[in-house]
């Protein structure tokens, strides 16, 4: 099931790239009317939500700054200034961040989980809950994109 999940995975990531490819900077930024975030806010979303739900919970070190964590956690709102290196950087992670979770997987890192509840209602109780409730976090963030999209 974890080939499945980073196929998944690896699969949404080479779709939200070709958003940061295919969307000037000032895009990526702008928030459209109705909207309480943009492109790019999205993106950087996933890979930190990734992080927190996979390492972090897992007491491992995430690979990610403090600075992006601070800027894409959840609640946190984007100020439409995301600097072309700072996208760059975010394209980088996404692939790096999958390389790394694909890795340490093989190499059975993960020794412990703490039970988490989502600001959905899911209860992520542990490893394999967090890897299957990553793709489902992605996929609705993929969809506020698409939304966004139409409004660029």
Same mark, same amino acid.
């Given at each position: 099931m974890e080939q499945a999940i980073l196929k998944n995975l690896r699969t949404n990531h080479h779709?939200?790239?070709k958003f940061i490819d295919?969307?000037?900077?000032?895009?990526?930024n702008r928030i459209p009317d109705g909207f309480r975030n943009n492109l790019i806010w999205n993106i950087g979303h996933v890979i930190v939500a990734q992080e927190g739900l996979i390492y972090k919970s897992s007491d491992?070190?995430?690979h990610v700054s403090k600075e992006l964590i601070d800027k894409y956690t959840?609640? *946190?709102?984007?100020d439409g200034k995301a600097t072309q290196e700072e996208v760059? +950087?975010?394209k980088k992670l996404l692939f790096s961040t999958l390389d790394q979770l694909e890795k340490d997987l093989k190499d059975g890192i993960f020794k412990e989980y703490h039970e988490r509840q989502t600001k959905t209602g899911f209860t992520i *109780?542990?490893?394999?809950?967090?890897?299957?409730?990553?793709?489902?976090? +992605?996929?609705i963030h993929l969809g506020v994109m698409l939304s966004i999209k139409k409004f660029l």
């Open positions: 779709i939200l790239a295919g969307y000037s900077l000032e895009q990526l491992l070190p995430v959840v609640g *946190s709102v984007p760059e +950087e975010i *109780s542990n490893l394999n809950d967090a890897l299957v409730f990553t793709t489902f976090h +992605e996929g």
